[in-house]
């Protein structure tokens, strides 16, 4: 149908509203209305929400679900390297065009009306979706839960909140219990809600939450257990204990997104093959993912690559932590983050693991920090820290100060997508 490229498309989107981000479902409930309201004829939905983990918890599920033979939608934000990430048809990425004549489809039936690019995208996605067999949605929420543009399903299958903490605080709020409510927005009448690990502020609003709409929660710690013993992970719940391989996606804090997916598919009625599926079978990348071929790596021949789009306080922690269990090597980081974020939180916990930071601007993004305010930042809790003009530039210096080092590229996964564009 489309003779434009989605590229094309996509950017005449952007045109429709005149903020990124304005949370509210009206203009989402117009436009789906409009299309005949393909979010009520989905496949059974599992919508995640939660500060971190909520995209791994996700591609858990996906690789546990298709473990087990079923056809799967996935809708995540944002993309790394290309839109279509964001949107996986009955297991495949949507193609290019499918993906153009689904996105001037749904531009030609909402005309010139106001609408956000998250917003109408959403609709595309969902339109798509409806249109292809399968049998389950995944859903990531994008911003929120309560307001976000995923929140229009009436009735989920099944909703999962991953650890909440402080972010996006400019349109979540400012305490944990502010943003826990945002995220338990997700919970509907008759629907189950699994809940990883939370504290204890965070719980008692998503405990509130669920008994005001008649949800039932299974939450870690009281209805699911998980940890590792001896290189395995071990889940244990009312079914019985799971002896599972470890998950391939590497941290403590992926035991317990595990746990969180394995909870799901227990209750969808999968059984241990499925469930070791998502152990092994996951791909997310940008999630403490090593390159293995591309220009920066030649660049480093005898070093290593990492990268890592963690960008608050509460995944800078769960960083270090993990990469405190890979081999010891000499650790070097390169940084670049979007100003809206809380650089010295994010910063504080990796001080001790790296050698020195190099400090870059995120290429093509207008709220970045710039590499000066970053290094500030970095100087501040601890690092040995200076600016570059580039990720390549780092990599070079490195190269000559410390050839056979760990590169952390991390910061940003806006950052970590213009690196797998040129090197995944």
């Not at 858990?60 to 390297?81: D, Q, W």
């Not at 965070?202 to 940890?227: C, D, F, M, P, S």
């Not at 930071?357 to 290429?363: A, C, E, F, K």
Request: charged residues 20%; hydrophobic residues 40%.
């Amino acid at each position: 149908m489309s003779a434009a490229s989605s590229d094309v498309i996509l950017e005449r989107l952007m045109t429709l509203h005149p903020k990124i981000i304005d949370l509210t479902l009206d203009r989402m409930h117009r436009l789906l209305g409009l299309l005949g309201n393909p979010e009520q004829s989905l496949p059974p939905v599992i919508h995640v929400a939660g500060t971190n983990g909520k995209g791994s918890v996700s591609a858990m599920i996906r690789a546990g679900l298709e473990g087990a033979g079923n056809k799967v939608h996935v809708f995540t934000s944002p993309h790394l390297a290309r839109f279509h990430e964001r949107i996986r048809v009955a297991g495949d990425l949507i193609s290019e065009q499918a993906l153009a004549t689904v996105l001037e489809e749904v531009e030609q039936i909402n005309g010139d009306t106001s609408i956000t690019y998250f917003e109408i995208t959403t609709c595309a996605a969902l339109y798509e979706f409806s249109r292809v067999p399968a049998d389950y949605t995944v859903l990531e929420v994008g911003l929120g839960g309560r307001l976000d543009t995923t929140n229009v399903i009436d009735q989920p299958e099944m909703a999962i909140i991953t650890p909440v903490s402080i972010d996006h605080q400019q349109f979540l709020g400012e305490t944990i219990e502010e943003i826990a409510a945002e995220k338990a927005g997700i919970l509907k009448r008759g629907c189950f809600g699994i809940v990883g690990p939370q504290s204890d502020a965070a719980l008692e609003v998503i405990e509130a939450k669920a008994r005001e709409v008649g949800a039932t929660l299974k939450t870690y710690g009281q209805h699911w257990h998980v940890w590792e013993e001896n290189g395995r992970l071990i889940y244990q719940d009312e079914y019985g204990l799971l002896d599972l391989p470890m998950p391939v996606l590497i941290g403590a804090h992926q035991v317990l997104n595990a746990g969180t997916a394995i909870a799901a598919l227990r209750l969808l009625g999968k059984d241990e093959t499925a469930c070791a599926a998502a152990m092994t079978d996951t791909q997310w990348p940008a999630r403490l993912q090593k390159l293995r071929k591309g220009p920066l790596v030649d660049l480093l021949p005898e070093g290593e690559i990492w990268l890592d789009g963690g960008h608050n306080a509460a995944a800078g922690a769960a960083l270090a932590e993990a990469l405190g269990r890979l081999p010891d090597r000499p650790m070097h980081m390169i940084v670049g983050m979007l100003n809206t974020k809380d650089v010295r939180g994010y910063l504080a916990p990796l001080a001790p693991k790296a050698q020195c930071l190099q400090g870059v601007s995120i290429p093509g993004e207008a709220a970045t920090l710039s590499a000066e305010e970053t290094v500030a930042a970095a100087r501040e809790v601890g690092f040995e820290a200076q600016e570059v003009d580039s990720v390549e530039q780092g990599v070079r210096n490195i190269h000559k100060k410390d050839p056979q080092s760990r590169v952390l590229i991390s910061g940003s996964l806006y950052l970590t997508g213009n690196v797998l564009q040129e090197n995944g």
